[in-house]
């Protein structure tokens, strides 16, 4: 017995998509107005991370509230993560990964902004050369593969659905694993990287922002053990 697909309704496809060009265009937008409103930089930090933390977390559970009744709500949930880390992987920690030096020494230039509005307050890692943390964005680059391969067997060879379901399942595992190092090795350290005398940066940019990558994992697994054990 195969996979069957089960095809997001409209509006929950249009409602999700909005979501998520609103999170990419606050990006540049908020580059803009530090270097060329002159709007004050730690202001405009907050504001986009206000927007990429809500707007994440939005468009994840939007399926539970436009699909309500729907039995399949879980699986469109999934699907948007999948897409949602993996884009995530191959674009802003990718970047970092290949730009991590001129990153480093252009705090004070627009392009490298959406890197720097969370460095600053949200986690001063990413301004250093730590081989640790460098190493768990080479990982996450290499599991952002992994799910655009489940995503490209899902909807271009059907009957292989099944393999894209572990692919995701796999890719669960190491997010579960990689976000509790990234998490934990700084709260052992006692947050050193991190503005503690400010709640929105430890309450929003550093634990809100991230904390997805340890709940939504959580759901792939129990949709892809459901999903495994109907196929048995």
Known sequence: MKIRHHAIPRALRRVQ???AGLIAVAFPVAAACVFNAGVDRR???DMLAAVYASGIWALLLVPGVVGKGQPHRLEWTVRAWVWLTSLTHLTWELGWLLLRDAIIASANSAWAYPWWAYID????RYGTTDPVLWVMEL??????IVGLAGLWLWHRRPRQRREAVLLWMAQAVVHLYATSLYFGSEIVAGCPNVDTTRVFDVGVKFVLANAPWLVFPVAVLCWGRRVLRSQD
């Not at 307050?121 to 001063?124: E, K």
């Not at 990982?139 to 952002?144: A, D, E, K, Y």
């Open 139 to 144: 990982l996450s680059v290499c599991n952002g």
């Open 43 to 45: 202001a405009v930090a």
């Open 17 to 19: 998509l909005s979501l």
């Open 121 to 124: 307050g949200g986690d001063l």
